[in-house]
């Protein structure tokens, strides 16, 4: 099966919003038109509705960097699913390795706020990948396993088939150190047979996007692999260049 390129960019903690609007602007202008590949931003809470506004109409989606699986309640600090939908957003980002390792996130979590999004209409990108510790004591496949297995615990295989994921190597996240494209197509290749185990077909038609480090120098040959379907762009989503030039990388 043939599936097209996702190409996401986390704005993280990052931009005010002078520079959030610039931002989309540079991206709404220079792809206008563009069908090569989905693109998607995820800015800060607060910059969402001025970015959903510069984008509208366009085919630059925006998503929330995260959510809360309640839909409404005394949870300070928070945002919900309908809150998101409510300003024009339409994906979120579900377990990304920073909510791991710096907030606490667990598998459980993960999976109440995968049916949330999905409940309320969002298209969720859930995160898996694993520390440089448990890279190097040969972990890799335990871990993203349980991430895995635990995050999508009790979905079906109709939600599986609308289903992004987004494989984060903790330890090339911001270090200068990359996984090489066979590393990281192996990783890949190991998610897709634990979701071909787990829902059949439908495997063949999610979405596994990249998420360590991706820059315009690796971009090409990160993308050229089989079961890479995309990226997770971190920094260089910052720089609309850069990030174009990721975006176009798939189409060399």
Not at 124 to 150: K, N
Not at 157 to 176: D, H, K
Not at 202 to 222: C, F, H, M, T
Request: aromatic share 6%; with cysteine; net charge negative.
């Amino acid at each position: 099966m043939v599936r097209r390129p996702f190409i996401a960019g986390n704005w993280k903690m990052n931009t005010d919003l002078a520079g959030a609007r610039k931002l989309a602007g540079e991206l709404r202008a220079a792809l206008d038109g563009h069908d090569g590949a989905d693109v998607a931003v995820f800015p800060p809470f607060v910059y969402l509705p001025a970015v959903v506004e510069v984008l509208r109409g366009n085919r630059v989606a925006v998503g929330a960097q995260n959510l809360h699986p309640e839909l409404k309640g005394a949870f300070t600090g928070e945002i919900s699913g309908p809150m998101i939908r409510d300003i024009g957003a339409t994906l979120v980002l579900i377990g990304h390795s920073e909510r791991r390792q710096l907030f606490g996130e667990t598998d459980e979590s993960v999976n109440r706020k995968l049916k949330a999004a999905l409940r309320d209409g969002l298209r969720p990108i859930v995160c898996v990948g694993e520390t440089l510790d448990q890279r190097r004591a040969e972990q890799t496949e335990q871990v993203v396993r349980t991430q895995v297995e635990g995050g999508l615990a009790g979905l079906t295989e109709a939600q599986a088939e609308g289903l992004v994921l987004a494989y984060e190597p903790v330890w090339a996240i911001g270090t200068g150190v990359n996984a090489t494209p066979a590393q990281a197509q192996a990783v890949h290749a190991f998610i897709r047979s634990l979701l071909a185990a787990r829902f059949g077909p439908a495997a063949d038609a999610v979405r596994i996007q990249y998420g360590g480090s991706v820059k315009p120098d690796n971009a090409a040959e990160l993308l050229a692999q089989p079961d890479i379907d995309g990226a997770l762009v971190g920094g260089a989503s910052l720089d609309a260049r850069s990030f174009l030039a990721i975006i176009h990388a798939k189409e060399v």
